[in-house]
Nanobody
């Protein structure tokens, strides 16, 4: 059984930075695409950024230039460095990972709150 555990959320002032981490544990054969999504109150979950096992990245327009996704394959961990945070970045951030074949897992989510 593979699990994703996120950490690093919290409260930060506008213009500040946070770094989220998501570590996969359990019977991992191979992790494929990993990424971050977020869901604000009353809104649908949306893509923030993804990264392939080879390091190719993709970002939502709202994240470009401010957020950086990276991964450490040896540690089965994906990171999201968030800079220049805005109040509209406030949301629950979820990690997602392909754990083999067509199987994708979600983490439990971590709250990010940006005050103005």
């Amino acid at each position: 059984q593979v699990q994703l555990v996120e950490s690093g959320g919290g409260l930060v002032q506008a213009g500040g930075s946070l770094r989220l981490s998501c570590a996969a544990s359990g019977n991992i054969f191979r992790l494929g695409l990993m990424g971050w999504y977020r869901q604000a109150p009353g809104k649908q979950r949306e893509l923030v950024a993804t990264i392939t096992a080879g390091g190719s990245t993709n970002y939502a327009d709202s994240a470009k230039g401010r957020f950086t996704v990276s991964r450490d394959n040896a540690k089965s961990t994906v990171y999201l460095q968030m800079n220049s945070l805005k109040p509209e970045d406030t949301a629950v951030y979820y990690c997602n990972a392909n754990v083999g074949g067509w199987n994708y897992l979600w983490g439990q989510g971590t709250q990010v709150t940006v005050s103005s």
